[in-house]
Each structure stands twice: as structure tokens, then as C-alpha cells.
């Protein structure tokens, strides 16, 4: 469906002099330097597959989407789409995918919702029956009718993003670039984009790269991850490797039968005291789960246990700060 080859993009900044001096020096001679936004990457995506692409601000992320999009053409390295060079064959590329910017919109500001619709139709050539289909699903899932009437420049970001979602699905695209696509949403309207985009992609078995800060999207959303910074691929895996791998820290909730004014500990640390509760927090390389709980309950009368795993946003946090 998606294969990348050793992909790069390098952009030439122009390093520009301050003060009066140095504009007059401007109009003479130019200095440039040379930034490698994406570098030398290399994956592949499958049909119907759900990819996370993650990564700190200007990681490179958006590079990558555009270039695959067709928007951007890369500097070496290849990029098939469905077997197209997107930016060779920009038409027949667009036909076949879609792009959804959270921060950019591609419908008409000052439009009722439906004018902004019916020109998608007309561009891309829809079959009336096909966006008759399409416009009652995703009026019934996104309850579309609400704003169906209003200017788009008088919707709520919420709503926005779901016309936004809709109008981009229209065309039966098979492939989905999302960049951020619940951002600035409450917790319902996310759960709700979120929840259609897994149906579309079991219903319709379209493949979805999604670029996004919030890692509940990731988390709920996609089977894969690629975490990329500096341009370059520093993991790729699902999440239960990340927290294997990257998730050392965990945390014991443990309540105990009487009070106890200190513990001894094989290993770990008291990080929370709530009387007959504490929160000890260990290293998997210091020990197991088991062998903690099976010493203290030789010494101590225990209650009740929990274990808590890492977060998921922490782990990728340590990873942005501190890398691999």
C-alpha cells in the first residue's frame, strides 16, 4: 500500500542579517544553511493498517505526510502511494487519498456546510449515488445536521473537524493523512471522532497514518507506532513493546491490613503514604511484582494490591527529552 525508501527532505533557510547594515548586505549577497527536516527514512504501511506517526515539535512529522501527500517533494528516496510517486503524479494521487490538517481547514469559511460539500462532489467526480450513501452515513454517525446550514466560520472546532473528516471521505479515498485530528476537543467530541474513524476503517478497510500529540489518539486509534525526531526513526513497534522496553518504572498500590509506621523495602520506594494505603514505586530490573508482594506479606498483614504501569504519554515524554 505505502512503502518509503530512504526518504529525505533538506531545505535551504535563508540566514538573514539583522540591522540596517546587514539589509543593505542582504540585497547584495545571501547566506543560506541547509536543514534536513526528514532524513533517510524508510517504512511501509498496509492496507487497512492504522499508523501512528509521533514525534516532538518539528520532528518532522508534517514533512513526511506532505511528501507522501504529493505536496512536498522529497530531496532523495522514494515514496510509493498505491504504487504512484505522489508528487509525479499529483492528479491521480489526489484522487486516491485524503489529507485532514486539525489546523487548516478545506472547507469554504463563509459557505453554509452543504455548498462546501456539494463543490467536493463536483471536483472530485463523485457518482450521485455514491455521495448520496456516503453524505447518510456520516450525517447519521456525525450528526452532520445540527450545522448542516450554518457557515463553516460559525462552528465550533468540534464541529468543524467532523465535517472536516466527512467532506475529506467523501471520494472513497483509500488512504488518510490525519494531522491532528482532535485538536482543541473536549472529551466527548474526541471520543466521537475517534470512535468513527475506527468504524470507517473496519467498514471500509482504508488505511489511516495519523500524526497527533495527544497519545490517547495513538493509543486508541492505531495497531502501529513510528516515533521519529530529528527527522530520523527512533522506534517502530506497537505499544506493549514500548512499555516493555521503555516503561521500567512501576507502581504498587498496596493496602495494608493494620498501620504500619514504616516498611521495609527488598527494592522500590514509598512514593505516596495514605496510612493504610501506600504507592511504592520500582524498576522491572530491580525485581518482579511477585517477589515484592511475596516479601512483605512474610512481614506484613496485606489487604489488597494493584499494580500500575507506566503511562504511555510519560514513556514517549522520557523518550522526546532523553531519547532511546
Known amino acids: 500500500m505505502i512503502e518509503v525508501v530512504n526518504l529525505s527532505k533538506t531545505f535551504r533557510v535563508l540566514e538573514g542579517k539583522t540591522g540596517f547594515v546587514g539589509a543593505v548586505k542582504n540585497l547584495f549577497s545571501r547566506d543560506y544553511r541547509y536543514v534536513d527536516a526528514v532524513r533517510d527514512i524508510s517504512f511501509t504501511v498496509k492496507q487497512g493498517e492504522m499508523l501512528g506517526l509521533i514525534g516532538p515539535n518539528g520532528a ?11 505536496i512536498l517533494m522529497p530531496t532523495s528516496g522514494k515514496a510509493l502511494v498505491n ?19 486539525g489546523q487548516r481547514t478545506k472547507l469554504w469559511w463563509d459557505l453554509p456546510c452543504y455548498e462546501s460539500f456539494e463543490l467536493h462532489r ?38 468543524r473537524m467532523r465535517a472536516e473528516i466527512s467532506v475529506s471521505l ?13 485538536i482543541g476537543m473536549d472529551a466527548v467530541a474526541k471520543e466521537r471522532i475517534r470512535q468513527f474513524l475506527i468504524n470507517t476503517n473496519k467498514s471500509r478497510n482504508v488505511t489511516l497514518i495519523i500524526t497527533s500529540h495527544d497519545m490517547a489518539d495513538i493509543e486508541k486509534l ?6 521519529i525526531d530529528h527527522g530520523q526513526i527512533v522506534y ?7 512499555r ?15 498501620e504500619y509506621p514504616e516498611i521495609e523495602l527488598p527494592y522500590g520506594t514509598v512514593i505516596k503514604d495514605e496510612g493504610l494505603k501506600k504507592s511504592i514505586r520500582f524498576l522491572r ?38 531519547g532511546m
Open 244 to 258: 516493555h522496553r521503555y516503561g521500567r518504572e512501576r507502581t504498587m498500590v498496596v493496602e495494608f491490613g493494620e
Open 60 to 70: 518532522g512529522k508534517s514533512t513526511t505526510i506532505k511528501m507522501l501527500s504529493g
Open 285 to 322: 530490573d530491580q525485581g518482579t511484582a511477585i517477589d515484592l508482594i511475596t516479601t512483605l506479606g512474610k512481614k506484613y498483614v496485606i489487604k489488597d494490591v494493584s499494580i500500575q504501569e507506566a503511562e504511555i504519554e510519560s514513556i514517549i515524554r522520557e523518550i522526546y527529552e532523553h
Open 170 to 182: 467523501l471520494h472513497n479515498p483509500e488512504v488518510i493523512y490525519l494531522d491532528e485530528p482532535t
Open 222 to 227: 492505531c495497531s502501529r507506532v513510528i516515533i
Open 236 to 242: 517502530e513497534g506497537d505499544f506493549d513493546e514500548i
Open 122 to 159: 463536483v471536483m472530485y467526480r463523485i457518482p450521485e449515488k455514491i455521495y448520496k450513501q456516503n453524505l447518510d452515513e456520516f450525517m447519521e454517525f456525525l450528526e452532520l445536521e445540527e450545522f448542516w446550514s450554518r457557515p463553516v466560520r460559525q462552528l465550533s472546532l468540534g464541529q
Open 83 to 101: 504504487g504512484i510517486e505522489p508528487y509525479k503524479n499529483r492528479q491521480e494521487n489526489a484522487m486516491k487519498v485524503s489529507v485532514v490538517f
